[in-house]
């Protein structure tokens, strides 16, 4: 088992999150696009998110906003390569890729990455084969369509249930891929194909996926989702909310709470943490 895989397990055997700290290097992505896309801020941001106490820093290359142009994984990877080499090289923490596309899986992996997040989970032709023979853990996420246009009216008979039904086909092919069962982690794909309705109801049941027995992974930190709750319409000022959702979901069994507000979010975990303990 891949040292990160048995630890992403330990900790969701003893229900406490890992943070993972979210640094997009890209011109365009919905809350950071262009703050971190050169190298020196995003070593700074890196470093940043591992003194406040990140577990994982998660690289991402292509913007996955609705409307979101897609890139080339040559692109992709000229914007990724440089970073995780030099966080690899820095920092004592592991490094993510973000990518749904083999050939970035790849080239990450070999500069450094130690985990595949895939939005498109893992539906690419060659994503599940990339994932087995680079041997590290791999995020599948659900994402109805795709991005330029999974925000036009999103219908599911049974939204926990629909995605309940896409997992165990996810994890079926990853098992017949020849994924080991401990490197596969599953996220439900908040915002990504979704309406309020639909964010809302997959968090007042994320227990639920627990019973397809992997790790959950889950990003709801400052999406839109937020924004319209709150009426808050920069992403910048939906910190508050964000580390909301990131307590509800860890109190509902998320083993990994993917976010921008890493030092808030730390501090809440710990509270959460003290409560249980206290509590027995």
Do not use: W
């Not at 003194?51 to 990877?77: H, M, N, Y």
């Amino acid at each position: 088992m891949h040292p990160l895989a048995r630890r992403i397990q330990d900790a969701a055997r003893r229900e406490v999150p890992l943070i993972m700290g979210i640094l997009n290097v890209t011109p365009d992505s919905f809350s950071d696009g262009g703050r971190f896309d050169r190298l020196d801020t995003a070593l700074a941001h890196a470093r940043r998110m591992v003194d406040e106490g990140a577990d994982l820093i998660d690289v991402g290359g292509e913007s996955t906003r609705p409307g979101a142009a897609p890139v080339s994984a040559d692109q992709e990877l000229e914007r990724v390569v440089p970073v995780i080499e030099a966080l690899s090289a820095e920092l004592d923490v592991p490094i993510s890729i973000d990518t749904m596309k083999p050939a970035v899986m790849r080239g990450a992996v070999a500069a450094g990455a130690q985990m595949i997040n895939d939005v498109n989970g893992l539906r690419a032709e060659g994503a599940i084969e990339a994932a087995v023979a680079l041997g590290v853990p791999a995020c599948a996420m659900h994402m109805q369509g795709e991005p330029r246009t999974m925000q036009k009216n999103p219908e599911y008979r049974d939204v926990t249930e629909d995605l309940l039904g896409f997992f165990r086909e996810r994890i079926a092919a990853a098992r017949a891929a020849g994924l080991p069962s401990e490197h596969l982690v599953l996220d439900p794909g908040f915002g990504f194909g979704k309406t309020l309705e639909h964010n809302l109801t997959l968090l007042a049941e994320l227990q639920r996926f627990h019973t397809l027995g992997h790790p959950l992974l889950i990003g709801i930190s400052r999406k839109s989702m937020l924004g319209t709750i709150t009426g808050r319409e920069n992403a910048d000022d939906r910190v508050a909310a964000s580390v909301a959702a990131a307590l509800l979901a860890a109190e509902r069994g998320g083993n990994i709470l993917r976010v921008h507000d890493v030092a808030e979010t730390v501090d809440a975990v710990k509270v959460l943490a003290a409560v249980k303990r206290a509590g027995g």
